[in-house]
């Protein structure tokens, strides 16, 4: 089913005139209006375009780095399991991470474990200076290490 942008583009621009900021901190998990995105970006669902993020660094309240969730496993490293305290699995899609604005946040959900969060760090650090996920991360997904170059 092709992509209605102009509904999206018209929800945007309603998010940018009415939406309030929203405090939010490090780790927490809101429902985030993503949108409609290009090719293999993630998509937000429903008549907000919404999907649960984690904050992943927030640099003022305004802005911050989101990493969109997934309830679906996926074979892929870049992948990492967090939990909020209730019984859904939810994955972090690292490669998804992205600048968001306050005003995109609408529904709190909770707050990511400490150690999954933990995990969400190494892994975004790993790929920043060595271009790899680290051992520790593809063991933790029950992935076989790779030996080392």
Known sequence: MPKDFQLWHNRKSSINESNPRVFFHERDVWWC?????????EDGKGDDFGRPVVIF???NNRTFWAIPLTTLKK?????VRISIGDITDRYAIIQQ???MDAKR???YMGMADKESFEQIIETVI???RYGTIPITSEAALGAAPRPKP
């Open 75 to 79: 074979e892929n490293r870049l992948n």
């Open 105 to 107: 946040l609408y529904q």
């Open 33 to 41: 209006s993503l949108g409609y995105n290009i090719g293999s970006e």
């Open 126 to 128: 790993s790929i920043a």
């Open 97 to 99: 991470m992205r600048l």
């Open 57 to 59: 660094r927030k640099f």
